[in-house]
T-cell receptor, first 111, second 115 residues
Framework: GQQLNQSPQSMFIQEGEDVSMNCTSS?????WLWYKQDPGEGPVLLIA?????ELTSNGRLTAQFGITRKDSFLNISASIPSDVGIYFC???????????FGTGTRLKVLA | DGGITQSPKYLFRKEGQNVTLSCEQN?????MYWYRQDPGQGLRLIYY???????QKGDIAEGYSVSREKKESFPLTVTSAQKNPTAFYLC??????????????FGAGSRLTVL
């Protein structure tokens, strides 16, 4: 099936640093979603994008929908310890109700 | 969360047994989804339903079955034919957000362990 390539797989950063992660695919999407998941819980939506080239912020989070509709990035500024978790990207395939997920970026913040 | 209830949270089953995971929503949305998550991996689509009495297979439907008799409910049965059923199962509701984007809202998940 279709795949989303998400990178990096994991990262350790110091508190206060900025973080960047991205997702790419060979498929075209009409929506990109970014989620955060804590252990043993369901993913929580952070940002939703549905226009090519769209740049959206949610507090310290910023995400962009690539102009080709095949990629997206998420930036976290001035990271804090509670940013620890797994971040997933997801794309809704054009013309379908199917959402494909990336493999996740595991973030650890060192105080 | 936010009107999506998955139960049970933890479930143990013996090999060869069928088990049904419940997903109930009071958000009045039509679309519902089941995903499977294995350690260190992303979410893989099992089944989805856009409307009552209709559902479609996802990428890994073998060994699973669903029903959609009511708008509020989308139960998932893990059958004995599923070779590796131990996993974290997530139910989601699809809807249009205020921004206009189509989004998924997830329940808290059910962890199934086969002994």
């Amino acid at each position: 099936g279709q795949q989303l390539n998400q990178s990096p797989q994991s990262m350790f950063i110091q508190e206060g640093e900025d973080v960047s992660m991205n997702c790419t695919s060979s498929s075209i999407f009409n929506t990109w979603l970014w989620y955060k998941q804590d252990p043993g819980e369901g993913p929580v939506l952070l940002i939703a994008l549905y226009k090519a080239g769209e740049l959206t912020s949610n507090g310290r989070l910023t995400a962009q929908f690539g102009i080709t509709r095949k990629d997206s990035f998420l930036n976290i500024s001035a990271s804090i310890p509670s940013d620890v978790g797994i971040y997933f990207c997801a794309g809704q395939l054009v013309g379908t109700y199917k959402y494909i997920f990336g493999t996740g970026t595991r973030l650890k913040v060192l105080a | 969360d936010g009107g999506i209830t998955q139960s049970p949270k933890y479930l143990f089953r013996k090999e060869g047994q069928n088990v049904t995971l419940s997903c109930e929503q009071n958000l009045n949305h039509d679309a519902m989804y089941w995903y499977r998550q294995d350690p260190g991996q992303g979410l893989r689509l099992i089944y989805y339903s856009q409307i009552v009495n209709d559902f479609q297979k996802g990428d890994i439907a073998e060994g699973y079955s669903v029903s959609r008799e009511k708008k509020e409910s989308f139960p998932l049965t893990v059958t004995s034919a599923q070779k590796n059923p131990t996993a974290f199962y997530l139910c989601a509701v699809g809807h249009r957000a205020l921004s206009g984007a189509n989004v998924l809202t997830f329940g808290a998940g059910s962890r199934l362990t086969v002994l």
